[in-house]
């Protein structure tokens, strides 16, 4: 589409086999930018001038009037890309930045070699963005910031910044907002996403107390622990989530100090499934059941649960608590539940069972041994 409305520019009525060439070859250029864009290979110039020298070979001698323009910016560059394969001293020169600085100024904007410069780079530059803007948004969503922002890296992307940011919002982590931050990969028009910054939202109460307080950490994507959107919001958040460290689950939870010794994590040892054993969960009869509720406070997320209290099913949620080396439940307004209460109830209740229980059969067994005294 963008090849196409290239040579439609420059000549709208008449076709131009020699720019239509260039032009499909320079769409071919920049796919080949976008997965080595640091460098490009002898072998990769070679193609280019064989490809040039077929286009220039086949339509030399039937060239029409602007296909003659066309062909003089191929001689140019065939002329480049053979000074490029043999790069001796004079070469280097006459094909410098500065000497290309110094053609363009006296050939001045009208000319071919000046036009179809400025048009491949344009081709380039679209192909290279549009590419960048779909990588970025595919590993936005793969860290779990899945809500559509396109626009905006386009936007940011066309104004070719050494490095940008925007802020970000999700209503599926409503405890927390985000600085996102993309770095220019140097030497290219690219960009990679860096960072984020992970903000814990001001409470309504922390307002009106007119505490602003607002924890918040940076999360690198290149060090060796990522965390995605939901896993940021729970640790500024002050709370927990486990990860596989050498084969081993630790739990981690932000340390305040961490930044300035470059170790932001500080690392609690805690045995979820034996915390989780001394619950009356029903979900326990479900494997499957049983594991997501795992799964969710690994994950730093509270977790609805039916605890079953004197036969009677409860729904609670329940959270992870590393720290106290717990597992909390909350009712459904989010406060405390005293546990130890909660479990001596139904201890007590379940002693009483069996202590009637036990009376009901001392009693049978006397009635038992009264009627064979009588049988006697």
């Not at 919001?233 to 050498?246: E, M, P, Q, T, Y």
């Amino acid at each position: 589409m963008i090849v196409a409305r290239l040579q439609k520019n420059i000549n709208p009525v008449n076709s131009d086999r020699v720019a239509d060439s260039i032009f499909e070859y320079a769409a071919q250029d920049a796919k080949l930018k976008v997965y080595s864009p640091l460098q490009t290979s002898r072998e990769d110039i070679v193609l280019k001038l064989s490809h040039y020298s077929n286009i220039y070979s086949a339509f030399r001698k039937t060239a029409s009037g602007q296909e003659k323009d066309s062909l003089k910016y191929l001689r140019f560059e065939i002329a480049r890309l053979n000074a490029r394969l043999n790069p001796n001293f004079f070469n280097r020169l006459f094909y410098s930045e500065i000497a290309d600085s110094i053609r363009e100024l006296f050939r001045g904007k009208s000319d071919p070699v000046t036009h179809f410069q400025q048009e491949i780079q344009k081709i380039e530059k679209n192909i290279l963005q549009e590419h960048n803007v779909q990588s970025l948004s595919a590993g936005m969503k793969k860290m779990g910031f899945s809500v559509e922002m396109e626009a905006q890296l386009r936007k940011m992307i066309n104004h070719d910044f050494p490095q940008f940011h925007f802020r970000y919002s999700d209503p599926t982590n409503p405890d927390a907002h985000y600085v996102l931050h993309f770095e220019k990969i140097p030497e290219t028009g690219l960009y990679y996403f860096e960072s984020f910054e992970a903000i814990k939202l001001v409470s309504l109460d922390a307002v009106l107390n007119k505490d602003m307080s607002c924890p918040r950490h940076k999360f690198h994507l290149q060090d060796g622990t990522r965390m995605n959107a939901s896993e940021a919001a729970k640790l500024v958040n002050g709370k927990s989530i486990c990860r596989s460290i050498d084969g081993k689950e630790t739990w981690l939870v932000l340390d305040s100090l961490g930044s300035l010794f470059e170790k932001p994590y500080q690392s609690i040892s805690f045995n979820l499934e034996k915390a989780l054993s001394n619950l009356p969960i029903k979900e326990k009869q479900s494997p499957a059941e049983y594991q997501k509720i795992i799964e969710a406070l690994k994950a730093g997320r509270k977790k609805e649960v039916t605890l079953v209290i004197n036969d009677t099913p409860v729904k609670y949620y329940i959270e992870a608590a590393p720290q106290r080396k717990t597992v909390d439940v909350l009712d459904k307004d989010g406060d405390l539940v005293d546990t130890n209460r909660l479990l001596k109830g139904q201890a007590r209740e379940l002693t009483k069972q069996v202590v009637a229980k036990i009376s009901q059969e001392k009693e049978e067994a006397i009635d038992i041994g009264e009627m064979k005294m009588r049988v006697r």
